[in-house]
Protein backbone atom coordinates (compact mmCIF):
# COMPACT_ATOMS: atom_id res chain seq x y z
CA UNK A 1 0.00 0.00 0.00
CA UNK A 2 2.96 2.37 0.45
CA UNK A 3 3.32 2.11 -3.06
CA UNK A 4 -0.65 3.55 -3.65
CA UNK A 5 -0.52 7.73 -3.76
CA UNK A 6 -2.54 10.23 -2.15
CA UNK A 7 -5.81 10.27 -3.51
CA UNK A 8 -7.43 13.86 -4.21
CA UNK A 9 -10.98 13.89 -2.87
CA UNK A 10 -12.10 16.94 -4.96
CA UNK A 11 -10.92 14.43 -8.37
CA UNK A 12 -13.28 11.63 -7.10
CA UNK A 13 -16.08 14.01 -6.35
CA UNK A 14 -15.85 15.53 -9.67
CA UNK A 15 -14.93 12.09 -11.31
CA UNK A 16 -18.16 10.92 -9.62
CA UNK A 17 -20.17 14.29 -10.98
CA UNK A 18 -19.14 12.85 -14.25
CA UNK A 19 -20.73 9.30 -14.31
CA UNK A 20 -22.11 7.57 -11.55
CA UNK A 21 -19.08 5.34 -9.91
CA UNK A 22 -16.59 6.72 -11.87
CA UNK A 23 -15.13 8.42 -8.64
CA UNK A 24 -14.53 4.89 -7.11
CA UNK A 25 -12.92 3.78 -10.32
CA UNK A 26 -10.55 6.58 -9.80
CA UNK A 27 -10.17 4.94 -6.30
CA UNK A 28 -9.57 1.52 -7.51
CA UNK A 29 -12.72 0.90 -5.61
CA UNK A 30 -13.92 -1.60 -8.94
CA UNK A 31 -17.28 -3.11 -6.73
CA UNK A 32 -18.22 -0.22 -5.52
CA UNK A 33 -18.41 1.79 -8.60
CA UNK A 34 -20.16 -0.95 -10.19
CA UNK A 35 -22.68 -0.78 -7.36
CA UNK A 36 -23.46 3.13 -7.35
CA UNK A 37 -23.37 2.77 -11.48
CA UNK A 38 -26.43 -0.46 -10.88
CA UNK A 39 -27.81 1.07 -8.18
CA UNK A 40 -28.48 4.75 -10.52
CA UNK A 41 -29.46 2.23 -13.66
CA UNK A 42 -32.27 0.34 -11.14
CA UNK A 43 -33.15 3.77 -9.76
CA UNK A 44 -33.98 4.79 -13.46
CA UNK A 45 -35.81 1.55 -14.32
CA UNK A 46 -37.74 1.10 -11.32
CA UNK A 47 -38.62 4.82 -10.63
CA UNK A 48 -38.50 6.79 -13.83
CA UNK A 49 -41.02 6.48 -16.22
CA UNK A 50 -40.05 5.95 -19.95
CA UNK A 51 -42.53 9.21 -21.06
CA UNK A 52 -39.92 11.30 -18.60
CA UNK A 53 -37.50 9.82 -20.45
CA UNK A 54 -38.47 10.33 -23.82
CA UNK A 55 -39.89 13.98 -22.55
CA UNK A 56 -36.47 15.49 -21.51
CA UNK A 57 -34.74 13.72 -24.52
CA UNK A 58 -37.56 15.78 -26.70
CA UNK A 59 -36.45 19.12 -25.16
CA UNK A 60 -38.55 19.22 -22.31
CA UNK A 61 -36.72 20.65 -19.20
CA UNK A 62 -38.97 18.75 -16.19
CA UNK A 63 -36.34 16.98 -14.33
CA UNK A 64 -38.90 15.93 -11.59
CA UNK A 65 -39.33 12.51 -12.85
CA UNK A 66 -35.64 12.35 -12.28
CA UNK A 67 -35.12 12.73 -8.79
CA UNK A 68 -34.46 9.29 -7.70
CA UNK A 69 -31.34 8.86 -10.32
CA UNK A 70 -30.05 12.09 -9.08
CA UNK A 71 -30.49 11.23 -5.27
CA UNK A 72 -28.15 8.03 -6.58
CA UNK A 73 -25.77 10.23 -8.11
CA UNK A 74 -25.43 12.70 -5.71
CA UNK A 75 -25.04 9.59 -2.85
CA UNK A 76 -22.51 8.16 -4.93
CA UNK A 77 -20.13 11.47 -5.10
CA UNK A 78 -20.53 12.15 -1.52
CA UNK A 79 -19.62 8.52 -1.03
CA UNK A 80 -16.01 8.75 -3.17
CA UNK A 81 -15.42 11.94 -1.45
CA UNK A 82 -15.19 10.76 1.94
CA UNK A 83 -13.75 7.26 1.24
CA UNK A 84 -11.23 9.65 -0.71
CA UNK A 85 -10.44 11.91 2.16
CA UNK A 86 -10.14 9.01 4.86
CA UNK A 87 -7.92 7.08 2.55
CA UNK A 88 -5.54 10.51 2.37
CA UNK A 89 -5.98 10.88 5.96
CA UNK A 90 -5.13 7.44 6.77
CA UNK A 91 -1.57 7.84 4.31
CA UNK A 92 -0.94 10.86 6.21
CA UNK A 93 -1.26 9.00 9.58
CA UNK A 94 0.97 6.01 8.42
CA UNK A 95 3.38 8.46 6.99
CA UNK A 96 3.84 10.60 10.72
CA UNK A 97 7.27 9.79 12.30
CA UNK A 98 7.24 9.28 16.47
CA UNK A 99 7.23 12.28 17.53
CA UNK A 100 4.00 13.59 15.19
CA UNK A 101 6.03 14.72 13.08
CA UNK A 102 5.13 14.37 9.23
CA UNK A 103 8.24 12.84 6.99
CA UNK A 104 7.04 15.63 4.67
CA UNK A 105 8.70 17.91 6.25
CA UNK A 106 7.43 20.59 8.67
CA UNK A 107 3.83 22.23 8.30
CA UNK A 108 2.88 19.23 6.23
CA UNK A 109 0.87 19.65 3.01
CA UNK A 110 -0.48 23.00 2.13
CA UNK A 111 -4.27 23.70 1.45
CA UNK A 112 -5.12 20.00 2.29
CA UNK A 113 -8.67 20.10 3.75
CA UNK A 114 -8.22 18.13 6.52
CA UNK A 115 -5.05 17.76 9.20
CA UNK A 116 -4.40 14.47 10.84
CA UNK A 117 -1.04 15.46 11.17
CA UNK A 118 -1.94 18.54 13.69
CA UNK A 119 -4.43 15.95 15.81
CA UNK A 120 -1.59 13.27 16.07
CA UNK A 121 0.49 16.18 17.22
CA UNK A 122 -1.77 17.17 20.00
CA UNK A 123 -0.52 16.14 23.37
CA UNK A 124 -3.03 13.20 25.01
CA UNK A 125 -3.87 12.10 21.29
CA UNK A 126 -2.68 8.38 20.99
CA UNK A 127 0.17 7.84 18.41
CA UNK A 128 -0.34 3.89 17.78
CA UNK A 129 -1.25 2.84 14.38
CA UNK A 130 -4.35 3.26 12.41
CA UNK A 131 -5.65 -0.02 14.68
CA UNK A 132 -6.40 -0.93 17.72
CA UNK A 133 -3.88 -2.95 19.52
CA UNK A 134 -6.50 -4.97 21.43
CA UNK A 135 -9.38 -6.07 18.71
CA UNK A 136 -7.61 -4.43 15.76
CA UNK A 137 -10.35 -2.27 14.27
CA UNK A 138 -10.13 1.15 12.68
CA UNK A 139 -9.47 3.85 15.05
CA UNK A 140 -10.17 7.34 14.85
CA UNK A 141 -6.69 9.45 15.39
CA UNK A 142 -9.00 12.42 17.28
CA UNK A 143 -9.78 9.56 19.91
CA UNK A 144 -7.41 8.12 22.69
CA UNK A 145 -9.86 5.56 22.73
CA UNK A 146 -11.04 2.57 20.52
CA UNK A 147 -14.43 3.25 19.81
CA UNK A 148 -15.39 -0.32 19.39
CA UNK A 149 -14.00 -1.88 22.22
CA UNK A 150 -13.47 1.13 24.61
CA UNK A 151 -9.75 0.29 25.45
CA UNK A 152 -7.50 3.51 26.31
CA UNK A 153 -5.15 4.41 24.28
CA UNK A 154 -1.72 5.87 25.67
CA UNK A 155 1.03 8.12 23.96
CA UNK A 156 3.25 5.55 24.84
CA UNK A 157 1.41 2.26 23.55
CA UNK A 158 0.35 1.36 27.41
CA UNK A 159 -2.89 0.89 28.89
CA UNK A 160 -3.75 3.58 31.22
Known amino acids: MKSQREKRPWLAALLGTLATGLGHFYLRRWRRGLGWFAAAVAASVLFVPPEATQALLSGEADLTPLVPVLAVGVASVADAYVLARNQKRRARTANLGPAGESSE ?7 GDDAPSAAAAVPG ?15 DPELDFCPWCTTRLSEGGEDG
Open 125 to 139: APTTDETCPHCGKEL
Open 105 to 111: GVGGSVG
